[in-house]
């Protein structure tokens, strides 16, 4: 049996709920897996799981303290009675608990990392990630920048394993319509509305390009604390008419905002004084399956997502925002071969049945 541990699994949206569901789901063609999840809303979270036929679900409500300490005992009463392979867990704060228990019944442990939760914000902090991390058996990391941010935590950590986010196929998910214009150029964000990734720099793009592509169009897919901002910002650009907030989508809703999508773009800032960095970016990825090039900016883990001048472009700075968005307008077959570089790298490189294998590797490596 394989245990994952995870505070982020959907129904809750977000990169890494996404991720974790995936691995729990590709791991389970193979071996039996029970996933310990928080709970985060009661309703969407029983219906999620009421759906889920592939691997058994447990959830964990309450405060944190609370969650954590319920979560663990349920994890000591599982391997009490059952063979396990391996735990997995979703970064350092899920395994800070159990480590120890872990370590004594010689489970083998693999930790994810992604970035954000590893910018060291004091001394104690750098200790307690240090102390749990070094004693896993194996870190997977979501990028090589990633891995360089261990590097300045410890040069004590047994294995670090560089596994890209992986795609899954979505030729069996069926479109579901939303009100869109069939607007020409029509650009997309896909995230959470936080800072670092960049709504604020993009709008301002969207108002200076409107002067040359009146009817350009600019979705805004997510939820998240900068919605109010973004909305004042729209309204002090006069954008109402050019920018669309769709709030959270699902699968479905996805698949057809990506067929009226022209260019993705997400251009993150280096937020790491506010503990904030993108490790990777999935949207990238995921845009990508559809033919769909990036704009993405030189920070953090974003330059392993999109390849610059092979799957997308990369900035430098904010001020080459505006040309690199009109650079891919205008140049119908540089974004045409563009996308079909990104569409071919996810297909053949990043797609889950390929990643799968190197985590199953993993957990063979280290038994």
């Not at 067929?259 to 800032?269: E, G, L, Q, R």
Request: hydrophobic share 35%; net charge positive; glycine share 4%.
């Amino acid at each position: 049996m394989i245990i994952i541990l995870t505070q982020c699994f959907p129904s809750r949206v977000g990169g890494i709920e996404t991720l974790m569901y995936d691995i729990a789901l590709n791991l389970s063609h193979k071996h039996d897996v029970k996933v310990l999840a928080d709970q985060q809303n009661s309703a969407k979270d029983l219906e999620f799981d009421k759906n889920n036929k592939n691997f058994s679900i447990l959830r964990f409500k309450g405060f944190k303290f609370l969650r954590k300490r319920n979560k663990f005992n349920q994890l000591k009463n599982i391997c009490s009675s059952n063979n396990i392979e391996v735990v997995i867990t979703d970064s350092w704060k899920s395994l800070e608990l159990p480590i120890n228990f872990l370590k004594e019944k010689k489970i083998p442990i693999i930790s994810l990392v992604h970035g954000n939760e590893i910018i060291i914000k004091n001394d104690n902090h750098h200790k307690r990630i240090k102390k749990v991390l070094e004693l896993a058996n194996a870190l997977v990391v979501n990028s090589s920048y990633t891995k360089n941010l261990l590097s300045k935590i410890s040069e004590n950590f047994k294995k670090i394993e560089v596994i890209y986010p992986g795609v899954k196929s979505t030729k069996n998910i069926i479109e579901q319509v939303i009100d869109l214009d069939d607007s020409y150029p029509t650009l997309l964000t896909l995230a959470r509305l936080e800072k670092r990734k960049g709504h604020s720099y993009i709008l301002k793009s969207i108002f200076n390009l409107k002067k040359i592509y009146p009817n350009i169009q600019y979705i805004i897919a997510g939820e998240g604390d900068q919605l109010e901002n973004i909305k004042k910002e729209i309204k002090n650009y006069n954008l109402e008419s050019n920018v669309k907030l769709v709030g959270t989508i699902n699968e479905n809703q996805k698949k057809f905002i990506f067929s009226k999508t022209d260019i993705m773009i997400m251009p993150t800032i280096d937020e790491t004084h506010a503990n904030s960095i993108e490790g990777f970016g999935i949207a990238y990825i995921e845009a990508a399956q559809y033919g769909i090039p990036s704009i993405a900016s030189n920070v953090g883990g974003t330059p392993e997502a999109v390849l610059h001048n092979k799957t997308g472009l990369i900035i430098n700075n904010f001020n080459e925002l505006d040309e690199s968005i009109k650079n891919l307008v205008e140049n119908k077959q540089n974004r045409i071969e563009l996308g079909q570089n990104a569409k071919n790298r996810a297909e053949n490189e990043l797609i889950w049945e390929k990643q799968v294998i190197k985590y199953n590797k993993l957990i063979d490596d280290i038994q």
